[in-house]
């Protein structure tokens, strides 16, 4: 038996998603003369791009440099930062925005006339440019989505098909049912794994998925334990799922974060107060809660002029849950917000299975370390997106072909089960007992379901009757992104586990300090039986062997 196979087609690339990188990608690549395909499962806004609200790091022509901004960076990302990484990556930002510019982009500008920038956590200087006040990550994809880029919407990635040559296809299904691209090369741009925890800023769709694809294709992941949590989202009793963020910028412009006593929250903790890197920010926001018993803190906006001009998203977001920043104080707590970690690639993209990339949150390419620096993600995207579309190009002339799909099994637990543990378990503050029991809870919550499943139904049937396809596609991805997210959660709680020590965003309670023994990254692989293999590597390990490029 083999997955029945509704559609085929043939490309020079497949990007796995339609944000800033994979965009930025397909875009590049197209230039050259390469047949794109972007396999997007969503819709065209339904991205982490189109909710970036701060801005683009980049550094700004006076009183800023390369080297100051790779200082900030690596400051923040508290000893694992790959600093080749960072400069190579920092230093392609204005060329980076300028295409972005190019191709429509607009920014906004101060008085003068000159773009205007403002300051966010963990950085020295006002180097963010921003567009729409706070929609900057708005505009971003929407000029990308002009471009006019070929996307299939509405079709997720099931497996990344591999052979003797390294990539050779990539495996599907949308509303037409199960389907096949023949294509040397992929690119994983999918996002990141917000969807792990119960309140994130992230959308629906983030739920792991580039990061099992990798896995299940033979690559390695690493730095999954270093989960970054935003300090503040829009704090609304009772609710879940993808929560407004009230961006960093808020607190650059003067915004104070006080408990409900009225006292400051980051008062001696840091010496840049509320505008520390956001790991020390969420931990003193979740340390105050716990001490006082409450479930969310404030941020007092009112003394800021034209509020409701800079920050119309964010305006528009209070509004709607009963809250008038320019008058009331504005309720907040921390959520997921940003993988550091993901897929182990250098600073184009590249993997160590060859023909699959990696770019944007997916990646783990040594920027971020153990802790993002903030707004530097969408430099990442454009940066390394671009460079990954060149580097897709060594693909052409490898003759690609997927002969023949034989079943899997997915293994997943309840996606309920999944976010409560690692909500409860694995969020701001950890400790190893924790992240035990949620071992334990999830493991224990395993179901197996095959590829098609008989349940499910694949078409035709054996008794020639017709299947609904669309049904076939939503029900699989259904349980595609369970798989995901399982697989991502278990790896993540078994990185976790083995960092005996507090770093970046990674805290564990029972171990409050850094330890110099565990400077490095840790990677995680799938070996012959499917189980998760540990490895520790350095930070600025470079995954693609030597003279693969």
Known sequence: ??????????????????????????????????????????????????????????????????????HDTVEAGAGLCAE??????????????????????????????????????????????????????????????????????????LRVVTGPDGVCGVVCVSDNGFGVV???????ATGGLGQLYALSTNPPGATGDGVALALWAGAAVADLEFVQFHPTVLYTPGGVGRRPLISEAVRGEGAILVDSEGHPVTAGVHPRGDLAPRDVVSRAIAER?????????FLDARRLDGFAQRFPTITASCLA?????????????????YQCGGVLTDTHGRTEVPGLYAAGEVARTGLHGANRLASNSLLEGLVVGERAGVAAAERLGVCARVDEIAPWTLEFADRAVVQHAMTEHAS???????????????DAAMSLVPVPDPVVGDFPTSAGAEQDPARVGSDHLHHIEDAALTLTARALLRAAAARLESRGCHTRSEFPGTVEEQRHSTAIRLDAHGRLELSTVAADFDPVPTGAR
């Not at 809660?289 to 803190?297: I, K, N, Q, S």
């Not at 701001?428 to 999830?442: F, Q």
């Open 1 to 70: 038996m083999t997955v029945p196979v509704s559609w085929e087609a043939e490309a020079d690339l497949v990007v796995i998603g339609g944000g800033v990188a994979g965009l930025t990608a397909a875009r590049t690549a197209s230039l050259r003369g390469l047949r794109v395909l972007t396999l997007s499962k969503g819709g065209p806004t339904d991205t982490s791009t189109q909710y970036a609200q701060g801005g683009i790091a980049v550094v700004a022509p006076q009183g800023d440099s390369v080297d100051s901004h790779v």
């Open 84 to 157: 080749s990484a960072v400069h190579s990556i920092v230093e392609g930002g204005q060329a980076a925005v300028a295409a972005l510019t190019d191709l429509g982009a607009v920014f906004d500008l101060g008085r003068d006339g000159q773009i205007s920038r403002t300051r966010e956590g963990g950085h020295s200087t006002r180097r963010i440019i921003h567009a729409g006040g706070d929609a900057t990550g708005a505009e971003v994809q929407r000029a990308l989505n002009a471009a006019g880029l070929p996307v299939l919407f509405g079709a997720a990635a």
């Open 182 to 188: 023949h294509t040397p090369a992929v690119l994983l």
């Open 289 to 297: 809660m716990r001490a006082l018993g409450t479930d969310h803190v």
């Open 321 to 337: 849950a009963g809250i008038d920043p320019g008058a009331q104080l504005i309720p907040v707590a921390p959520a997921a917000h």
């Open 428 to 442: 701001v503050v950890r400790d190893g007992a924790g992240l035990a029991a949620a071992r334990t809870r999830i």
